[in-house]
Nanobody
Framework: QVQLVESGGGLVQPGGSLRLSCAASGFTLSSYAMRWYRQAPGKEREMVALVSSGGGFTNYADSVKGRFTISRDNAKNTVYLQMNNLKPEDTAVYYC?????????WGQGTQVTVSS
């Protein structure tokens, strides 16, 4: 079955960096675009970044452009989110997601907390 497992979250000071990973299994990762979302307490889930199946196209929410980079290693079945210059407003649970045959699949999420 489809599984997405996020890791790499944690507590970081403002201006710091984290790299999130999403390990995918149960489907052919190289055939699908992948997305990172986040959800802060009391807020709706929002898309943060998207990468095409081959990695040649990426798109970002305005709030993270220039600070976050999405990438993928299809040979390792892993998608990454490099987050630099983190701000307190980046605090959220981060999820990776795949849409396969019209169904949305989600991981369990990883908590990112940006605080001094």
């Amino acid at each position: 079955q489809v599984q997405l497992v996020e890791s790499g979250g944690g507590l970081v000071q403002p201006g710091g960096s984290l790299r999130l990973s999403c390990a995918a299994s149960g489907f052919t990762l190289s055939s699908y675009a992948m997305r990172w979302y986040r959800q802060a307490p009391g807020k709706e889930r929002e898309m943060v970044a998207l990468v095409s199946s081959g990695g040649g196209f990426t798109n970002y929410a305005d709030s993270v452009k220039g600070r976050f980079t999405i990438s993928r290693d299809n040979a390792k079945n892993t998608v990454y989110l490099q987050m630099n210059n983190l701000k307190p407003e980046d605090t959220a649970v981060y999820y990776c997601s795949a849409t396969i045959s019209g169904l949305n699949y989600w991981g369990q999420g990883t908590q990112v907390t940006v605080s001094s």
